[in-house]
């Protein structure tokens, strides 16, 4: 029975008891009119603070911000939750242990474009490190149907512990603004992996902007977004002469959820600019006892927004004469959840992404490639997870040269705010 249907049952149930009462005192009609109102109000409480919830985040899933859970304390203690600041906090502690065969490139994260291509790539390489240990904290503010959040991990430097910024922004009604996940991508399509990068080919960016999310009906939603462009050249330095659009539609249901969106950019380098487009269709999908994830990205100058490419300056080469011309991206993932138990389940990921070939571009730099990984994962109970996973990578660079990377990273994750 849905909430509006509960509310409408106890509602008429109100007036129907309502007759008998009237041969009551008035002393006992009162009072049970009194704790009758108590529950409508209770139950209408119930309905607004899940309206609430299901708008907690524009991906539209409350546990956005962290998949491993949270958990909330009211601040100040109300009375039955039906007004005042509630604050939410979660946070974990993962501890990852990594081998690599042979040198990957990124110590951290298996970022496959690093993977070297002309040798050189090290010796076997063993090390611990838990910078994917995470904090955050929500404050929803009942009174005013208002949020903030606010979250950080550790991966802010290659070579050291350093906080990293992953979210930091408020909610007014169907309004967001500040800092966290791009609305061109989809964390809820992300697959569970060990490893923090995940397949190259999908879409993970953190940035500053603000989105407007548009309901249509139950089960679907348009979401708007101005975002922090972050041009990223080659040959030449970026201008940032207007901000990114990024549209999407989103559809959840009983068996999964479909996202595709649509950026716009226009890329400068101060005397020259393009406009280009790229899109995605992303989702999950239930299937035979399985969850599936899938993503899949194609279009001109978005190297930004790409897992395996970002921050390497392939939106775009600058010619000799200063022209501008963006280069085109495509590739895409499937992932396969299969649970064994209630506590033990493993996932199978592969993927592929291709750079266009460009004169422009060195011989040695990014030219494509393929991702893979399976994991087995035990939940010992509900704060303490461990798992081990292999991954293998291969990276092509725009001469054709190739190189092989193979990871086994094991981890133990501990939920201390759930």
Same mark, same amino acid.
């Given at each position: 029975?849905?909430?509006?249907?509960?509310?409408?049952?106890?509602?008429?149930?109100?007036?129907?008891?309502?007759?008998?009462?009237?041969?009551?005192?008035?002393?006992?009609?009162? @009072?049970?009119? +009194?704790?009758?109102?108590?529950?409508? @109000?209770?139950?209408?409480?119930?309905?607004?603070?899940?309206?609430? +919830?299901?708008?907690? $985040? #524009?991906?539209?899933?409350?546990?956005?911000? $962290?998949?491993?859970?949270?958990?909330?304390?009211?601040?100040?203690?109300?009375?039955?939750?039906?007004?005042?600041?509630?604050?939410?906090?979660?946070? !974990?502690?993962?501890?990852?242990?990594?081998?690599?065969?042979?040198?990957?490139?990124?110590?951290?994260?298996?970022?496959?474009? $690093?993977?070297?291509?002309?040798?050189?790539?090290?010796?076997?390489?063993?090390?611990?490190?838990?910078?994917?240990?995470?904090?955050?904290?929500?404050?929803?503010?009942?009174?005013?149907?208002?949020?903030?959040?606010?979250?950080?991990?550790? !991966?802010?430097?290659?070579?050291?512990?350093?906080?990293?910024? /992953?979210?930091?922004?408020?909610?007014?009604?169907?309004?967001?603004?500040?800092?966290?996940?791009?609305?061109?991508?989809?964390?809820?399509?992300?697959?569970?992996? &060990?490893?923090?990068?995940? #397949?190259?080919?999908?879409?993970?960016?953190?940035?500053?902007?603000?989105?407007?999310?548009? #309901?249509?009906? +139950?089960?679907?939603?348009?979401?708007?977004? =101005?975002?922090?462009?972050?041009?990223?050249?080659?040959?030449?330095?970026?201008?940032?002469?207007?901000?990114?659009?990024?549209?999407?539609?989103?559809?959840?249901?009983?068996?999964?959820?479909?996202? =595709?969106?649509?950026?716009?950019?226009? %890329?400068?380098?101060?005397?020259?600019?393009?406009?280009?487009?790229?899109?995605?269709?992303?989702?999950?999908?239930?299937?035979?006892? @399985?969850? %599936?994830? !899938?993503?899949?990205?194609?279009?001109?100058? !978005?190297?930004?927004?790409?897992?395996?490419?970002?921050?390497?300056?392939?939106?775009?080469?600058?010619?000799?004469?200063?022209?501008?011309?963006?280069?085109?991206?495509?590739?895409?993932?499937?992932?396969?959840?299969?649970?064994?138990?209630?506590? =033990? /389940?493993?996932?199978?990921?592969?993927?592929?992404?291709?750079?266009?070939?460009?004169?422009?571009?060195?011989?040695?730099?990014?030219?494509?490639? /393929?991702?893979?990984?399976?994991?087995?994962?035990?939940?010992?109970?509900?704060? &303490?997870?461990?798992?081990?996973?292999?991954?293998?990578?291969?990276?092509?660079?725009?001469?054709?040269?190739?190189?092989?990377?193979?990871?086994?990273?094991?981890?133990?994750?501990?939920?201390?705010?759930?």
């Amino acid at each position: 029975m849905n909430n509006s249907l509960r509310l409408g049952v106890l509602i008429a149930f109100a007036g129907f008891a309502a007759a008998p009462l009237a041969r009551a005192d008035d002393s006992d009609l009162n @009072q049970r009119l +009194e704790r009758l109102e108590q529950q409508v @109000q209770a139950l209408k409480q119930q309905i607004n603070d899940r309206e609430l +919830e299901s708008s907690l $985040s #524009p991906a539209g899933r409350p546990d956005t911000i $962290s998949r491993l859970g949270s958990g909330s304390a009211a601040w100040p203690p109300t009375s039955g939750g039906n007004d005042g600041v509630e604050v939410k906090a979660h946070g !974990f502690i993962k501890l990852d242990g990594i081998y690599d065969f042979h040198g990957v490139g990124n110590r951290d994260q298996f970022v496959t474009a $690093s993977i070297p291509t002309r040798g050189g790539g090290g010796d076997d390489h063993f090390g611990f490190h838990a910078k994917q240990s995470r904090i955050g904290v929500e404050i929803l503010d009942h009174d005013s149907d208002s949020r903030g959040a606010l979250e950080v991990d550790w !991966f802010g430097s290659s070579d050291g512990y350093e906080l990293q910024l /992953r979210h930091a922004y408020f909610q007014v009604s169907r309004l967001y603004a500040g800092y966290g996940f791009s609305n061109f991508m989809d964390i809820d399509a992300f697959p569970d992996t &060990l490893d923090n990068e995940g #397949p190259g080919a999908s879409a993970y960016r953190l940035q500053a902007g603000v989105l407007y999310r548009q #309901p249509l009906g +139950e089960h679907n939603a348009l979401l708007f977004s =101005l975002e922090d462009p972050d041009t990223e050249l080659y040959g030449g330095n970026g201008e940032n002469s207007a901000p990114d659009l990024v549209v999407a539609y989103k559809n959840e249901n009983d068996r999964g959820h479909l996202k =595709l969106s649509l950026v716009g950019r226009r %890329l400068s380098d101060g005397s020259d600019s393009r406009l280009v487009a790229a899109a995605g269709l992303t989702g999950t999908v239930a299937l035979a006892g @399985q969850t %599936l994830s !899938f993503g899949g990205y194609t279009g001109e100058g !978005f190297a930004h927004y790409l897992s395996d490419v970002s921050d390497s300056g392939y939106d775009a080469v600058v010619d000799g004469d200063g022209d501008v011309e963006p280069l085109r991206a495509s590739g895409g993932y499937l992932g396969v959840t299969h649970p064994w138990s209630d506590r =033990l /389940r493993s996932t199978w990921v592969a993927g592929s992404l291709r750079l266009e070939r460009n004169a422009l571009l060195a011989g040695d730099e990014f030219r494509a490639s /393929r991702y893979g990984s399976a994991n087995l994962v035990w939940d010992y109970n509900d704060r &303490l997870t461990t798992g081990i996973e292999v991954l293998r990578g291969r990276n092509q660079d725009q001469q054709g040269e190739t190189g092989y990377a193979t990871r086994v990273q094991a981890s133990l994750t501990y939920v201390f705010l759930k």
